[in-house]
DNA sequence: CGCCTAATAGGCAGCGCTGTCGATTAGTGG
DNA sequence: CCACTAATCGACAGCGCTGCCTATTAGGCG
């Protein structure tokens, strides 16, 4: 018997999205597990009712906030998918990608500390864009001559990733404002950087180790 | 009026510890966000007053169950908290360590998952002993003359636990079986020490970065 | 042996979330 | 202009969890 009150106006897709973000709002703030569909049709200013008709279930909404988190880390690391294909042949710059990669991450830990999890236990990762994309583009550079030799790319793009992903956790932490964040930014950018070109541990001073990977490589 | 069925033998201690167990299972499981105390509780066959006598709260379970896994980690790492002053004098095997400290990483990596994570957003993780010790280390090995130059402990220490407490989560959703995690552990091991030993980028490809680098450090 | 503390157990009220209804009504197409 | 689809809304029952309460009784101590 709803006779009282205004009720929006019917836009299925706008209101999806209004649904969406609120769920990116609260996800954000609880995480995975403490997403309910009552809090998030509640934030949207949605009857519960209709946000079940638009997510069956909370796992599904889930699931599209980590597409949504998918498709803008593609973008800062990439740019528009559509036009992904021209700009493949030249090289481009691995560690301005990482950059813009480390910022979006910075503005967006919780989500995408969560799609990066989610990423991680997914029995296909294939299944998603970004990571399709960024694994793919670290094999390609690990087969060309500007890398060091012995690469697994999959192991480091895992390594990297986690890096960058969770880094952010521990900066909004640890930074009591905006400049201290960006300092703290700029820090795990130089030293994925120093890392990345000298390595941490003097070669030269590990003798055993070094014959152990030559070994293992066969 | 609880006349009927026989009670549990007084046992605080071991009661403590049944409850523990049965939250280190749950959490494994569900996350830190999903475990319920009645869940806990009927897991470890305690009646819910029981477990809420020895865990006032939900967050103070899982905070108990973080300074355990933290306790197991220390052990895995560094060995006997007790005798740990005696050892730090000579220098200790860093890839050894890493070793010992993937392996558990790899047995427990829902639980240390959660650990690892909770350590990042602490604002204070110097309360936290494995952390404390691991991170000394790595400041200490940094300064002497078997590490590369430049190294920012800090920021090293996160990525590499963060490598070592996430690959497991990759491994585990990748495995189908014992041979493939251990396949998949040592993938990992081998591309640590690499990417230690020699880094990804070749130096002298990027004499851009190496400049940035130069002047970050002043 | 009896007392007494506290460890264990069970119950009650309240609350939020989930599924699932049916009722309403805004657009859409004929 | 009317019919109809489906988007939106409100309500109900069921369930699990939380906090808190009291009742019981095991085991320690004088």
């Known amino acids: 018997m709803p006779r009282t009150g205004s009720r929006r106006p019917r836009d299925p897709e706008a209101t999806r ?3 969406l973000e609120a769920a990116r709002t609260i996800l954000a703030k609880d995480g995975p597990e403490g997403l309910s569909l009552s809090e998030v049709a509640h934030l ?3 009857n519960r009712g209709t946000a079940y ?3 069956e279930t909370r796992e599904k909404l889930v699931q599209a906030t980590a597409e949504w988190v998918s498709d803008k880390l593609f973008r800062a690391a990439f740019g528009d998918p559509e036009t992904i294909g021209e ?3 030249d090289e481009f710059d691995i560690a ?3 950059d813009c990669l480390a910022q979006f991450a910075m503005d967006n830990h919780e989500l995408c500390r969560i799609w990066f999890l989610q990423l991680l236990s997914s029995p296909d990762p294939t299944t998603d864009m970004f990571w399709r994309e960024y694994s793919g583009s670290l094999q390609r550079f690990a087969e060309s ?3 060091a030799p012995g690469i697994d790319a999959e192991v480091l793009s895992v ?3 986690a890096g960058v992903f969770l880094w952010p956790i521990w900066a909004q932490a640890h930074a009591e404002d905006g400049a201290g964040r960006a300092q703290l930014a700029r820090r795990f950018a130089d030293e994925c950087l120093r890392l990345a070109l000298y390595g941490s541990m003097r070669a030269e001073a590990y003798p055993g180790i070094a014959r152990r990977l030559r070994k293992e490589q066969r």
């Open 17 to 19: 999205e209004i649904i």
């Open 44 to 46: 949207a200013g949605v």
């Open 53 to 55: 008709q638009h997510f």
């Open 87 to 89: 700009r493949r042949l």
């Open 96 to 98: 301005e990608m990482t």
């Open 145 to 147: 001559d500007l890398a």
């Open 159 to 161: 390594m990297n990733l």
